[in-house]
């Protein structure tokens, strides 16, 4: 896996992913930036959050789950000092879909969380604490 980061004058970069995306960071204006774009930090929380989302509907739909949308919420909390790693996030998953089982939506989230998202388990191991939960909903 590969990817660049460009300059893009004052506090703004450009990041390339490998598979040719790109996307805008650019800093807060205290820090010199003009807030068009998303902040390295948030870069690492949004991976996450796609990450462990990915594996989730992916495992319920190959358990044949019949789920309509999945949407996960992501809170998390910051050291006070510099460096200022993430110390705990916390994931909280919407699924929804007609008849989806408890049991099934638990199996998907545990499985992410231990055995499957890459990021998630790379941020356990550095010593942040991630917790997740869900909750079903029904459509209307």
Known sequence: MKARIQWAGEAMFLAESGSGHTVVMDGPPEMGGRNLGVRPMEMVLIGLGGCSSFDVVNILKKSRQPVESCEAF??????????????????HFVVKGRGL??????RAVD????????????LA??????THDYEIVEPG
């Open 74 to 91: 992501l809170e998390a909390e910051r050291a006070e000092q510099e460096p200022k790693v993430f110390t705990r996030i916390h994931l």
């Open 101 to 106: 089982k408890d049991a099934q939506v638990k």
């Open 111 to 122: 499985l992410s969380a231990e055995k499957y998202c890459s990021a998630s388990i790379m």
């Open 125 to 130: 191991r550095g010593g942040v604490e991630i």
